[in-house]
């Protein structure tokens, strides 16, 4: 199940949008000889339909965004790498406020205007009132606004057995990636890197494997990850799976030595570890027994082997 998808609140023009719906539907009412009766009725509905306006609004907004009781581990991560849970219930607690301010200042005065000679300024008043709180309620909703824009950018990761292919940029990733799953991955936006996520799946007899690129983040050491990236990688330790690591042999753009060291960053997700040795046919057969040896802690697969071989391979270290 993905994370709800926060609304969009146009906050500046609430207030204002409130007061002519207000002015427009209370002027339909008629039917009143008594012209101080209608009077009071109009401006009775003035209050109750600007309120009523303002505070559905904000109350729809405010269920939009996920509830952390209904996020899961790897859920709650991701949105915590955007902003602060913590943050995210404060501003939504304080908006929440706001809101019974208002219905309840809908409710004094629509018991004051009933006693009052003077309609008009009991209404006046509350509009006041409530106009008022416009500038904190924009602040609040704009802050929101840009975390929902976040939230609704955290990629739609299943929650099934799952294959992290990590390595440094052009090792082949994205060619591995294509073999395991038989497609051109599906591209999703990644708010915690400037790059985009790329996701595909396989099947394992009836079971669905899934396969994830992270750019951006498990190509590069822990010290040159900013916060937020650091807890998007924390986000993927809650994924059940393992890490398929793309080591090119032919040391193109960093050598063996250079991949070794950030396998080792890796071994802190604490999950089970693939090495799959890429570029066999243009690296040399020093670079092949140099790698095979750096790398003999792990399991090893040659990803010039067939894809069906090479999907077992990565099947059976799940198991």
Known sequence: MGIKKPKYLESRELFENAMGYARKEAAKISGMRNKK??????????????????????????????????????????????????????????????????????????????????????????????????????RVVEELNEIGRKIKEVPEIKLIPSVIVAGFPNSGKTTVLKRLTGSEPQIAAYPFTTKKI???????????????????????????????????????????????????????????????????ELKKLGKKIIVALNKEDIASEEQIGKAKELFSEFELILTGEKDKELKEKVIGKMQ
């Open 37 to 138: 009766r209608l009077i009071h009725a109009r401006e009775k509905a003035r209050i109750s339909l600007m309120a009523d306006y303002i505070t559905e609004k904000i109350d729809l907004y405010i269920k939009s965004f996920p509830l952390v009781s209904e996020l899961n581990e790897f859920q709650k991560e991701s949105v915590n790498s955007l902003a602060e849970l913590k943050e995210l219930k404060k501003k939504l607690g304080y908006l929440f406020k706001l809101n019974t301010v208002i219905k309840n200042l809908k409710k004094k005065n629509l018991a004051a205007i009933r006693k009052s000679d003077s309609p008009q300024k009991v209404r006046k008043t509350f509009y006041g009132r409530v106009l008022s709180l416009k500038k904190d309620v924009v």
């Open 198 to 264: 790329e996701l595909g799946y396989f099947l394992d007899k009836y079971k669905e494997i899934q396969v994830i690129d992270t750019p951006g983040l498990l190509d590069r050491r822990e010290e040159e990850r900013n916060l937020i990236e650091k807890k998007a990688v924390n986000a993927l330790k809650n994924l059940e799976g393992i890490i398929l690591f793309i080591v090119d042999l032919s040391e193109a753009g960093y050598s063996l030595e250079e991949q070794k060291s950030l396998l080792e």
